[in-house]
């Protein structure tokens, strides 16, 4: 049974950095076309994608936020960690991580997600 | 970046119908089109990857077509359940892309 959890604040205030951190159960980090994804959902808002890790320890970032983002992994704890720095109000929304699946044609989809954390941005 | 627009913003439709929603992307995406629905409170939950596949579990009547720029789901006969916001992914370049979502109410 695959399953995945997001863990973090909250609440942080401008110009801090926020740590996620997604633990999961279910399949490993170092089997072949096996990858994490951060997306996330501001309220009322459509779904971003963020950062992917890979089996292989390749990043991917999204265009617009990738000089705020780093994402890690720790596949012997099954975790996988994002961090945003100089947070802003304009990124308060629920952050979710999935599993992505990748396949030899290139295809990926997110099959799995976490239940979401809300993370709110204030001073 | 793709850009991926969904049309309607939103839907209204009653148990039985035949509902159809369509996505087109800026620029063409193959095949490399998944469809998720998302209950307010809740993740998304993937229902057809590569245009068409079902994913497992997802039932019959959810239907996805399309290739190159221009997508539809169906859902062959609205049940209770599927009122939800449904958005469609390209996953033909990093960074994948979302659209904004249809609304079935």
């Known amino acids: 049974q695959v399953t995945l959890r997001e863990s973090g604040p909250a609440l942080v205030k401008p110009t801090q950095t926020l740590t996620l951190t997604c633990t999961f159960s279910g399949f490993s980090l170092t089997t072949n076309e096996m990858c994490v994804s951060w997306i996330r959902q501001p309220p009322g808002k459509a779904l971003e994608w963020l950062a992917r890790i890979d089996w292989d320890d390749d990043k991917f970032y999204n265009t617009s936020l990738k000089t705020r983002l780093t994402i890690s992994k720790d596949a012997s704890k099954n975790q996988v960690v994002l961090r945003m720095t100089n947070m802003d109000p304009v990124d308060s929304a629920t952050y979710y991580c999935?599993?992505?699946?990748?396949?030899?044609?290139?295809?990926?989809?997110?099959?799995?997600w976490g239940q979401g954390v809300l993370v709110t941005v204030s001073s | 970046d793709i850009q991926m627009t969904q049309s309607p913003s939103s839907l209204s439709a009653s148990v039985g119908d035949r509902v159809t929603m369509t996505c087109r992307a800026s620029?063409?995406?193959?095949?490399?089109l998944n469809w998720y629905q998302q209950k307010p409170g809740k993740a998304p939950k993937l229902l057809i990857y590569a245009a068409s596949s079902l994913q497992t579990g997802v039932p019959s009547r959810f239907s996805g077509t399309g290739s190159g720029t221009d997508f539809t789901l169906t859902i062959g006969s609205l049940q209770p359940e599927d009122f939800a916001t449904y958005y469609c992914?390209?996953?033909?370049?990093?960074?994948?892309?979302f659209g904004q979502g249809t609304r079935l109410e």
């Open positions: 992914q390209q996953s033909y370049t990093i960074p994948p892309t």
């Open positions: 999935a599993r992505t699946r990748t396949t030899v044609t290139s295809l990926y989809y997110f099959d799995y």
């Open positions: 620029q063409t995406v193959s095949s490399y």
